[in-house]
């Protein structure tokens, strides 16, 4: 006779034991299992909203790569990266040398919480997030491998990982925070809930949309088979969650929440978001990344928070909500000058017609960051090329590893955030970077960004910079429209 899954699967996945051989702590090692004293009994009553078996998981995975290859297979892919749009060439190179490298890493953050998690349920959804995420770097490898014939950017693909690139470091002083140097129940939290629920949803839904509509489709059906998985995992954070609050640790979660949920929005917003709104083809874009935040993350995810009890990060309407609306468009000015460092071929995106959206969904663009485009296009037209790569290094936030913004123009308005710590200055992009790194300074302090390796003789300077970030001269980014987004560019001929 055959059961249903509910009448065994709480029985089966119910693994706790009480240890005779060594101690509970022993077992599971506090630093590692649970740094906030919660009995073993609440953590038993860790209740999975996704109830999942293995032989579940298995057909439902095997259909998901079915699809996937299937359409990966029917399509010529190369012949359609040959004649893209420079922009969606822009988007897949950075896609491919950024992602599959988080995928990599959560790979190790979803097994120790497999090995350290002290609620069953818990365990038994970390276990599946592990083969997720070694599924989910996989796939993605293969996709990007597939344009290595005719791109050498797609190398990064693996590559990236490896490296000391500026942007790699960047995603490293990020994950490594929230992922892989925590116990297993921050880890889950700040990733699980922070991370997956807030922003990966956005990431590969939105994009994923976008894909489709630019007819690239076997791209948007690899990016659903893996948001359908990160879904999934979004939903480990919120059980923790109510156990931590009813066991009197609300103070703590809050915390880890602001905390990463602000770090996790820095990366999102400075590389997702120059795809959205500058890489994604004018005629394929349905929203902005505003009106994409606006809906998944200001409106569902600051439900989710609220539901639990929970305040709105203190710097939501200060910081954040002003974030959306400006810190991308630096950084996309940051990202293009300095286009010889990064492994993609950055397009400026600010022809006639996308200044003309740019300024529709933000209002005021063309009076503040148009104003330094309307600088860098009129070195263009007049042939004034070698203004187009700064001659300086920029100053970089000690807790994003991106260069120090602001909005350009009249609201020029430059916060001094900077602290003296143990005998080194570090300095911070907003008063939220520094209040993270003020929680917890042994944990940060004496990390040194790019810059400060540059200037302290880690990184030598001239090619050596190059030779540090393993880039050749054919692996350094060029304006993937060599320069023709600007009018006139002819006449330079």
């Known amino acids: 006779m055959n059961l249903k899954n509910s009448e065994w699967y709480d029985i089966a996945r119910d693994t706790n034991w009480t240890p005779k051989y060594v101690t509970e702590d022993e077992l599971f090692p506090p630093q590692f299992s649970d740094a906030f004293g919660i009995p073993a009994s609440a953590w038993e009553t860790f209740d999975e909203p996704f109830k999942v078996t293995y032989r579940e998981y298995v057909r439902t995975q095997?259909?998901?790569?079915?699809?996937?290859?299937?359409?990966?297979?029917?399509?010529?892919?190369?012949?359609?990266?040959?004649?893209?749009?420079?922009?969606?060439?822009?988007?897949?190179?950075?896609?491919?040398?950024?992602?599959?490298?988080?995928?990599?890493?959560?790979?190790?953050?979803?097994?120790?919480?497999?090995?350290?998690?002290?609620?069953?349920?818990?365990?038994?959804?970390a276990t599946f997030g592990t083969i997720d995420e070694i599924r989910h770097t996989q796939i993605q490898m293969l996709f990007g491998y597939e344009f290595l014939s005719v791109d050498r950017a797609f190398d990064w693909t693996h590559k990236a990982v490896n490296t000391n690139n500026w942007v790699i470091l960047s995603e490293h002083q990020c994950f490594d925070d929230i992922?892989?140097?925590?116990?297993?129940?921050?880890?889950?939290?700040?990733?699980?809930?922070?991370?997956?629920?807030?922003?990966?949803?956005?990431?590969?839904?939105?994009?994923?949309?976008?894909?489709?509509?630019?007819?690239?489709?076997?791209?948007?059906?690899?990016?659903?088979?893996?948001?359908?998985?990160?879904?999934?995992?979004?939903?480990?954070?919120?059980?923790?969650?109510?156990?931590?609050?009813?066991?009197?640790?609300?103070?703590?979660?809050?915390?880890?929440?602001?905390?990463?949920?602000?770090?996790?929005?820095?990366?999102?917003?400075?590389?997702?978001?120059?795809a959205f709104d500058y890489y994604t083809p004018l005629d394929k874009r349905e929203f902005s990344l505003k009106e994409f935040v606006h809906e998944f993350v200001t409106t569902q995810f600051l439900r989710n928070i609220e539901a639990l009890g929970l305040e709105k990060p203190w710097y939501w309407d200060d910081y954040f909500l002003p974030d959306v609306d400006t810190y991308h468009h630096a950084q996309q000015i940051g990202i293009y000058m300095y286009r010889d460092t990064e492994w993609w071929d950055p397009i400026a995106g600010v022809s006639h017609a996308e200044r003309d959206w740019l300024e529709k969904k933000y209002p005021g663009w063309n009076d503040t960051y148009g104003r330094v485009w309307d600088v860098i296009t009129d070195n263009v037209k007049h042939g004034r090329l070698d203004r187009l790569t700064p001659k300086v290094l920029p100053m970089m936030c000690s807790m994003t590893g991106f260069e120090l913004t602001g909005v350009a123009g009249k609201h020029w308005k430059v916060e001094e955030c900077m602290l003296d710590y143990e005998g080194q200055r570090y300095h911070f992009g907003t008063p939220v970077d520094k209040w993270i790194f003020e929680q917890d300074p042994i944990r940060y302090k004496g990390y040194k960004g790019f810059v400060d390796r540059i200037v302290d003789g880690t990184i030598p300077p001239g090619e050596g910079i190059f030779d540090y970030m393993s880039m050749s001269p054919e692996e350094r980014g060029r304006c993937g429209t060599n320069f023709t987004w600007a009018d006139d560019l002819k006449k330079l001929a």
């Open 62 to 125: 095997r259909e998901k790569d079915v699809g996937a290859y299937s359409v990966k297979a029917a399509l010529s892919r190369v012949d359609f990266y040959k004649n893209a749009d420079p922009g969606w060439k822009a988007l897949l190179q950075m896609h491919f040398g950024t992602i599959p490298f988080i995928e990599y890493g959560s790979v190790s953050a979803f097994a120790r919480i497999t090995r350290f998690g002290k609620g069953p349920g818990m365990r038994n959804m």
């Open 179 to 274: 992922e892989h140097t925590r116990d297993a129940i921050s880890a889950a939290i700040m990733t699980n809930f922070s991370f997956e629920q807030a922003f990966t949803n956005l990431q590969f839904v939105a994009l994923s949309a976008d894909a489709r509509r630019y007819g690239d489709f076997s791209f948007s059906t690899m990016l659903q088979t893996i948001q359908s998985d990160e879904a999934r995992h979004a939903q480990i954070g919120e059980p923790l969650m109510k156990i931590m609050i009813e066991n009197g640790k609300k103070a703590e979660v809050q915390k880890l929440i602001d905390i990463s949920f602000w770090r996790v929005w820095s990366q999102f917003s400075a590389l997702s978001g120059i």
